[in-house]
């Protein structure tokens, strides 16, 4: 499998601009479908956005299409989440998770980044 590791989460204001990211090692990174999950507290985690294996193809849900960008680079192995106009309903745990061409499943997941947004 996969090794996933998240960076770049913090605490800031609503309205501001955050870049998270992912690097993944271990396989070809590239045979990997990516996505972002968030799980706020005491709530279920909930799918973000995926891109496919070679970024051709982005999926969001709902809430944050227009605000939030998902892309990958290959080269580097790592797969980001741009988030814009963050609000409070923002905060939560943000995981990264890959799915093999193989797999119809996310099966390998990181262990997460927190993002805190203030009102």
Same mark, same amino acid.
């Given at each position: 499998?996969v090794? =996933? ?5 913090? #605490?800031?204001? +609503?309205?501001?601009? =955050?870049r998270?990211?992912?690097? +993944? ?16 507290p ?13 970024? =051709?193809? !982005?999926?969001? !849900? ?12 290959? +080269?580097?192995?790592t =797969?980001? #989440? ?6 409070p309903?923002? !905060? +939560? ?19 997460? !980044? ?6």
């Amino acid at each position: 499998q996969v090794q =996933l590791v998240e960076s770049g989460g913090g #605490l800031v204001q +609503a309205g501001a601009s =955050l870049r998270i990211s992912c690097v +993944a090692s271990g396989r070809t990174f590239s045979t990997y479908s990516m996505a972002w999950f968030r799980q706020a507290p005491e709530k279920e985690r909930e799918f973000v956005a995926s891109i496919s294996r070679f970024g =051709l193809s !982005t999926t969001y !849900t709902d809430s944050v299409k227009g605000r939030f960008t998902i892309s990958r680079d290959n +080269a580097v192995n790592t =797969l980001y #989440l741009q988030m814009n106009s963050l609000k409070p309903d923002d !905060t +939560a745990v943000y995981l990264c998770a890959a799915r093999s061409q193989y797999d119809t499943a996310f099966g390998s997941w990181g262990q997460g !980044t927190q993002v805190t947004v203030s009102s």
